[in-house]
């Protein structure tokens, strides 16, 4: 009942005061949690960030941008190391399809929702290629559910710039693993947590997908030198 509870207020306040103030609200209420860890991650929505939260912090901060942290953040918290992860935009996209479809998608203890899961119930959502390319570049991109949207969002500032100490790779988590092992003095190790399941992502596209997303997700594909691999 205590999670329905959570769930149902978590959607209410997004109809109230809308996604991008929630985002600042639920940043600055991590402060003291950021403190207490010694280290600022920000959850890019559909590149393990749950299982990323949940070890560091004990439990699932939300989504919210570097941009909010800086908002909404006290100094003593943006003087902490600040980290991310972000995920193939290919691999991400058939990810994200399919945590849509199926509603919601969890990782221990935790059960994440997508905000009015009947919306993606739609014919446009039946079929991949139809959602690449008719649905997609119909949205409107500063409204777009968190999974849809660009990764570079989240890790850009106000002024366009990268604006944290170490951006990690979902393909390569060894690299983070000792980057955030040194930056808090302990040693980490982040396992695998609110999973959708598909196939290899590869097997979803053909060459006009691979296309449509190349253009629907240019930014993050230039900014972290991302390939169709």
């Given at each position: 009942?205590?999670?329905?509870?959570?769930?149902?207020?978590?959607?209410?306040?997004?109809?109230?005061?809308?996604?991008?103030?929630l985002?600042?609200?639920?940043?600055?209420?991590?402060?003291?949690?950021?403190e207490?860890?010694?280290?600022?991650?920000?959850?890019?929505?559909?590149?393990?960030?749950?299982s990323?939260a949940?070890?560091?912090?004990?439990?699932?901060i939300?989504?919210?941008?570097?941009?909010?942290?800086?908002?909404?953040?006290p100094?003593?918290?943006?003087?902490?190391?600040?980290?991310?992860?972000?995920?193939?935009?290919?691999?991400?996209?058939?990810?994200?399809?399919?945590?849509?479809r199926?509603?919601?998608?969890?990782?221990?203890?935790?059960?994440?929702?997508?905000?009015r899961?009947?919306?993606?119930?739609?014919?446009?959502?039946?079929?991949?290629d139809?959602?690449?390319?008719?649905?997609l570049?119909?949205?409107?991109?500063?409204?777009?559910d968190?999974?849809f949207?660009?990764?570079?969002?989240?890790?850009?500032?106000?002024?366009?710039?990268?604006?944290?100490?170490h951006?990690?790779?979902?393909?390569?988590?060894?690299?983070?693993?000792?980057?955030?092992?040194?930056?808090?003095?302990?040693?980490?190790?982040?396992?695998?947590?609110?999973?959708?399941?598909?196939?290899?992502?590869?097997?979803y596209?053909?060459?006009?997908?691979?296309?449509a997303?190349?253009?629907?997700y240019?930014?993050?594909?230039?900014?972290f030198?991302?390939?169709f691999?």
């Amino acid at each position: 009942m205590h999670q329905k509870f959570v769930q149902f207020s978590r959607g209410v306040m997004l109809d109230l005061v809308g996604d991008k103030a929630l985002r600042r609200i639920r940043a600055r209420r991590r402060s003291a949690v950021f403190e207490q860890a010694g280290i600022v991650f920000v959850h890019v929505p559909k590149a393990a960030g749950t299982s990323i939260a949940d070890q560091l912090y004990g439990r699932f901060i939300g989504h919210f941008s570097i941009s909010d942290v800086i908002a909404g953040c006290p100094a003593r918290v943006l003087a902490l190391p600040r980290f991310t992860v972000v995920r193939n935009p290919w691999d991400r996209l058939v990810s994200a399809w399919s945590f849509a479809r199926a509603g919601s998608g969890s990782g221990g203890n935790v059960k994440v929702g997508m905000h009015r899961p009947g919306q993606y119930t739609s014919p446009d959502f039946v079929d991949f290629d139809r959602f690449v390319l008719e649905w997609l570049p119909a949205q409107d991109w500063t409204a777009i559910d968190g999974v849809f949207e660009e990764q570079a969002a989240y890790v850009l500032d106000d002024k366009g710039q990268l604006a944290l100490d170490h951006v990690g790779d979902l393909g390569r988590m060894n690299a983070t693993e000792a980057w955030v092992s040194e930056a808090i003095g302990k040693e980490v190790r982040f396992g695998k947590g609110n999973s959708s399941s598909h196939a290899d992502y590869r097997s979803y596209y053909r060459p006009e997908t691979i296309d449509a997303v190349a253009s629907h997700y240019r930014r993050d594909i230039a900014l972290f030198d991302f390939t169709f691999e």
